[in-house]
């Protein structure tokens, strides 16, 4: 998984996945945070699904777009940053279950942007 091009996939494909899960699961998910609306949820999984289908685009190209995988990369690591607000300020009143998968996802969310990252470093020194 080393290279820019499957770390970008597998970003694509776990955000695609992630986002049709909570697209067709938002009533549940929402429950089990503690949210009386799935809206939030279901909003959620748009987005993923709407990066997933960018990040996927990018990596399936041959030359990659360096704009494109910092555009990638700035969204992964906004997506940490509101994370991490929203789990230490503990934000929108959520169960401890809704904190804690929350903070599991920025986790592996840091992980792609550091390795999309590293992968696109080794693109421009090379």
């Given at each position: ?14 955000s695609?996945?992630?986002?049709l ?93 550091y390795l ?11």
């Amino acid at each position: 998984m080393k290279t820019l091009k499957n770390v970008l996939l597998v970003n694509a494909l776990s955000s695609g996945v992630t986002g049709l899960g909570l697209i067709a699961f938002s009533a549940p998910i929402a429950i089990l945070f503690g949210i009386s609306e799935p809206t939030p949820v279901m909003d959620v999984g748009i987005f993923l699904v709407a990066f997933a289908i960018l990040a996927f685009r990018e990596s399936r190209r041959t030359i990659h777009n360096l704009k494109m995988v910092k555009l990638i990369i700035a969204l992964d690591i906004i997506w940490v940053l509101v994370s991490l607000l929203v789990v230490v300020l503990q934000l929108f009143n959520l169960t401890l279950l809704g904190y804690f998968g929350i903070g599991a996802v920025a986790l592996w969310v840091a992980g792609m942007a550091y390795l999309q990252f590293n992968g696109m470093k080794r693109l421009t020194v090379a």
